[in-house]
């Protein structure tokens, strides 16, 4: 870690989210008005507080908006104000490209259960003359003032949220520090009461699909639905189900969950293979038995839609959703994922004989 350097992380652990969201400027961020509205009346009216938590779902854009905040008041050509950073200053460019000497941004590394002391305070050797804590009470190079993005903010443990604590307590002038977390709750209420509380929400299907579609995660705004679709407009779903096994299996059970007759033995091995390439950790197992349930209730329901003139056709598919709703409630409880998938598929097959009888 340098003094100068203004990127403070063992491993770029989420800088491929990040770069994957890129956006340059506020024309391309898509959505969080409130949040937007908060920071662009502050700027405004000279009022802007030193600490703001953001929490929201996973990957809805909660960086990159201190990213792009970064960039409005370090660009050297238009004013805050203005809400439009040019994108071509020195300010602007730098903000792009990490490189920024006042813009100082810390995440957990990949390995690490916690953001390690050293980024916040300096390693033994060099206690309080490195980490953030300290580079953000250096003069500003450059800019008007420091700007810190402390990303992961949920995995602060004790000691770190109290050395955080004295710089919350007195924050340099005009300073400015962005903790990104989850909910609010993961921070201590010591933290939580200093902070400018910012929230921000899922996106709707149609952001969602705006976004996938300007990511190029999907080739055409249908396929950018349906994947909006399913995944409820959650862009870390989706870009779970873009890897490329995951795509390809996708469209497997997609087609499996179709078919008729639906054939249960063959449904549940494909979903254990796809859950077996995951390896042995149970949590990521069973995060992908729910994905891939998931993506079974959509296809029922894409068929609901099409076969509500159907009565007989539609009490099966409604009996296929409650089980997969009822199955999907099930997988954190059962610790024997193979029975749980052996009985949700017969039961799906069976679904049809019974509307049969
Ligand atoms: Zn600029």
Partial sequence: MTSKGSKTSGQAATADASAALHVSDWNDFIGHEGPQASIRQAIGSSRLASTFLLVGPESVGKRTFARLVAKTLFCKRNDPS????CGRCDG???VDASTHPDLVEVNKPADRSFIPLELLIGDRESRNQEGLCHQIHLSPMEGRRKVVILDDADYLNEEGSNC????????PPDSLLFLVGSVEQRQLPTIRSRCQ???FTSFTIPQATQLMLRLGMASSHEAATQLAMLVQGDI??????????AQAFRQQLWDQCGETPLDAINLSKSVETFVGHAGEDAAIRRGRIRESLRVAIERFRSDL???LHDSRGSAILRMRIERSIEAETQVD???NQSALLNAWAADLQAASRSSAS
């Fill in 82 to 85: 203005q809400w439009q950073p």
């Fill in 333 to 335: 409880r059962n610790a």
């Fill in 236 to 245: 870390a779903r989706a870009r779970f189900w873009l890897e490329p096994d």
């Fill in 197 to 199: 509380i910012l929230r």
């Fill in 305 to 307: 839609r099409a076969r």
């Fill in 92 to 94: 602007c460019v730098q």
């Fill in 164 to 171: 955080l604590l004295k710089t919350l307590e007195e924050p």
